[in-house]
């Protein structure tokens, strides 16, 4: 490592798109700065990276879906492909004791979290000299999971991104770069939600120049709000279909609601005229026929794929 060249930890999720287009970008633009990348963290080490099983289940969407734009095969992999394996740690924990020794025992200055899915606690914090964290809204609103789809369930013009110090709370430290886009309601969420990585990653650099020259950032202020797994389940958990409009907005936001049927929770993809039309993306029919099948399979010992 050249001499006063700061020691950066990059914190990631192997199965999220936006680390590895963060990732990516990072990796070219670092040299070109006073940072070395000295381990990269997979922090969702258990997440399936089958890309068979993914292309299958995306052929079998579009196969009863043709004309439905939202559902696209994920051209992104693991951002993993693009890691030094003399770099790469994993762990399902990031507060984890033995976890954060080793951390400790590599003395770093820098974190910097890109689409990492754990919430950092004071001892991990404290291995650092600072802890950056990107997240995908206009901080102070949209704090918690999935900002973009919630600013389009309000109806919001704009979305964008931050850059941010990471304190004790949650996406509630100082803001380093923030950059916004118009929503364009005719796209879906993951598609704005790449448009804004890219732009995102363009500001890298920027970025690394700000933390390196000790930018404190700026206080967060305005109206805050906050969103997690709980709030999405409520707005989505369904007891009947009556405000069609609602539920086909809901529907094209988020991709589906969950509705009580038959002593059952579905996930309901698409209605027409109040009626159920799909469920998990597949005709009513098949879906049960496949959850006939998969329960014959079962009671025999056999293994199954679920879908």
């Known amino acids: 490592m050249t001499i006063n060249n700061k020691k950066l930890i990059v914190f990631g999720d192997s199965s999220s798109f936006i680390t590895h287009i963060l990732y990516k970008k990072l990796v070219q633009e670092i040299t070109n700065s006073n940072f070395e990348i000295v381990k990269v963290v997979n922090t969702t080490p258990f997440i399936s990276t089958n890309y068979t099983k993914k292309l299958l289940v995306f052929i079998v969407k579009k196969l009863f879906n ?126 704005l939600e790449i448009e804004k990585t890219k732009l995102a990653a363009k500001q890298l650099t920027k970025l690394l120049s700000l933390v390196l020259e000790g930018y404190e950032g700026i206080t967060q202020s305005g109206a805050n709000s906050y969103f997690g797994n709980k709030d999405k389940a409520k707005l989505l958990t369904r007891q009947e279909l009556k405000d069609r409009q609602m539920i086909e907005k809901l529907i094209y936001i988020w991709g589906g609601i969950f509705v009580q049927q038959h002593k059952r929770t579905i996930f309901v993809t698409r209605i027409k005229n109040g009626k159920i039309t799909r469920i998990n993306y597949l005709p009513p029919f098949v879906f049960y026929l496949y959850q006939t099948v ?7 010992g056999k293994s199954d794929t679920q879908y």
């Open 66 to 191: 043709p004309f439905d734009n939202r559902i696209k095969y994920n051209k992104y992999p693991t951002f993993l492909q693009d890691v030094d394996k003399s770099l790469l740690l994993e762990t399902a924990n990031v507060n984890d004791k033995n976890f954060i020794a080793k951390i400790n025992h590599i003395n770093p200055d820098v974190a910097l979290l890109i689409g990492c899915p754990q919430i950092f606690k004071s001892e991990i914090i404290g291995c650092f000299a600072k802890v950056i964290n990107y997240h995908n809204s206009l901080l102070p609103k949209y704090r918690g999971l999935e900002a973009t789809s919630w600013s389009m369930q309000y109806n919001e013009t704009y979305t964008g991104f931050t850059y941010h110090y990471v304190d004790k709370g949650i996406d509630t430290g100082n803001i380093i770069i923030q950059d916004q886009i118009e929503i364009d309601y005719e796209k879906s969420s993951r598609e």
């Open 294 to 300: 998969k329960s014959v399979f079962s009671y025999s």
